[in-house]
């Protein structure tokens, strides 16, 4: 099939008519009618709004040679911890490990036993905000609720960090900034959780951490949560394309202009 000049959308890039021969879709909705005719140079410039189980679809895009904005790494990544996990776990807590099932668990818990590690915390894949988040005394306890079919697989178990830090860090482009969640009440900082904000201001290895991060899972934009131990050890919690920015000093606002400006330079880049 072949391909036809596309005008794009004025909130994009005001009333200039792009002659390159790529397709650019800008909604979601546009993807179910040209999915089987896109081809490669086509680009997808929105996040994907895909039900679970329809990831692979991002699979069958890269392979046809179909660019994403984000990257098709960044949005799964954005959706499933576990993911995040096999992506990102050289920067996230030693014997931090996705279980797929109970043969993966048993010999979990022969490690951590091994390691001497005894309370965890137990991530579900696709729950956000602090809501599938879980402190357990022990692995066994994950193992004997897991067994009898309790806790749905896949999930990321890994040692608790007792008396850590929780930093929130934004970052877009050239902007940045980062604000420390505490609670002094529950293990889950998250502000969704009663946590409170306070401003963070971070080093030069907290953003050269957080950029190696980001390259390593083509995030062009993000949200991440770093743990800052009492050794001063920092760590990868997890990270998103996007979050709520309550607690943070950036407006919503100036913070979807600068999303859409990244976005912009981006598909530029790919024209």
């Known amino acids: 099939m072949s391909k036809r000049p596309f005008t794009l959308p004025s909130t994009i ?121 879980h402190l357990y005394r022990h692995i066994e306890d994950v193992y004997n609720q897991a067994a009898n079919n309790s806790i749905p697989y896949p999930f990321v178990i890994q040692p608790f960090i007792a008396d850590s830090r929780d930093i929130r860090v934004i970052i877009l482009d050239d902007y940045s900034e980062a604000y420390e969640r505490t609670n002094p009440d529950n293990f889950r900082n998250n502000l969704h959780c009663g946590g409170d904000a306070e401003v963070f201001h971070l080093n030069a290895e907290h953003l050269a951490l957080c950029n190696a991060i980001m390259k390593r899972a083509s995030f062009p934009y993000a949200h991440l949560d770093l743990m800052l131990t009492e050794k001063n050890e920092v760590y990868l919690a997890e990270i998103n394309l996007r979050g709520g920015i309550r607690g943070a000093v950036i407006d919503s606002g100036s913070y979807q202009k600068k999303v859409e400006a990244i976005d912009k330079k981006l598909l530029l880049e790919k024209m």
């Open 13 to 133: 890039f005001g009333n200039a008519l792009l002659t390159n021969p790529a397709r650019v879709i800008t909604k979601n909705n546009e993807l179910s009618a040209l999915f089987h005719t896109l081809v490669a140079g086509d680009i997808i410039a929105c996040r994907l709004r895909l039900k679970y189980e329809e990831e692979h679809l991002l699979l069958d895009l890269v392979e046809r040679g179909v660019q994403l904005i984000p990257s098709a790494t960044a949005q799964l990544a954005s959706r499933s911890k576990t993911f995040q996990a096999r992506l990102l776990g050289s920067y996230m807590i030693p014997q931090t490990v996705v279980i797929y099932d109970i043969h993966g668990l048993l010999d979990t818990v022969s490690l951590f036993g091994h390691r001497g590690v005894e309370e965890v915390v137990l991530k579900h894949d696709r729950k956000n905000a602090g809501l599938g988040i």
